[in-house]
DNA sequence: CCCATATTCAACCGGCAAGTTAAGCAAAGC
DNA sequence: GCTTTGCTTAACTTGCCGGTTGAATATGGG
């Protein structure tokens, strides 16, 4: 189970679901069993086993299992490359692209050898 | 239209599709036209005129016409919520210059076309 | 060994999402 | 005014997604 770099689609989608949301946001106060995970919520039993395999599959969780417990746990850099593809769009102001242009060539250094800009 | 705060469901499902995804790549250096928009994809106008009525739908784009154009801009604040969202989950800290980087330099092809490879 | 607990698997269903084509509108151009 | 250009709508197909139930599997306890 090499658990190969989840792709950004895997990662999206994972977060669209409003129930894999508020899992993760449990999972976030403590490590938890698949059946304790389950039980605020009025499905059933194999639906939330269903997201917490599409959640492992996105990488944002990990199960591992002790005894006859599955354990829940946060992959905290499982949101990481979203994260920062999401910043890409959003740290800038309105439409300063200009601006951030020049704040990229200024701040990666090693974009290009040098940056002689006339 | 008040386009009332989109849900994070709307955003990430959003986010969720890779054509939509590129699309927002796309504007990020400019605005278009939808006819434009469409053109690097390989289906049909009314497919991509779907996926933009989706991002203006989750607050990730707006679209103005001006004639018989209808231009899509990004909105860049539509991002912000998610984004907030996400950082909840940042025990790591929030955006690793590094990862940014190393995100920009993908992102951002031909953010500028002066300075050329030789 | 047998039973209870913990979790998944399999088969199934309804609904929605993404794509298609064809038709419909709106604004420009000749 | 008719045609072309730009884009959306409508109607339809297909496939996946989220849910259900019921059986299957694994583990621990008495």
Redesign the pocket.
């Known amino acids: 189970m090499p658990a190969q770099q989840p792709s950004l689609d895997a990662i999206f ?1 994972a977060l ?2 409003p ?2 949301r508020a899992i993760l946001g449990m999972l976030l106060e403590d490590d938890m ?4 995970v ?1 039980a605020p919520f ?13 959640l492992a599959a996105a990488g944002l969780i990990r ?1 591992e ?7 829940c746990k946060l992959e905290p850099d499982g949101l990481r490359n979203a994260s920062v593809w999401m910043q890409g769009f959003g740290q800038f102001e309105p439409v300063d692209l200009d601006d951030f242009e020049r704040f990229l060539r200024e701040a990666l250094p090693l974009a290009d050898g040098d940056d002689a800009q006339p």
Chains 1, 2 share one sequence.
């Open positions: 989608s669209a679901d129930t894999r069993a698949v059946t304790d389950a009025e499905m059933s039993l194999a639906a939330i086993s269903k997201h917490l395999a599409v199960q299992r002790r005894g006859r417990i599955i354990w």
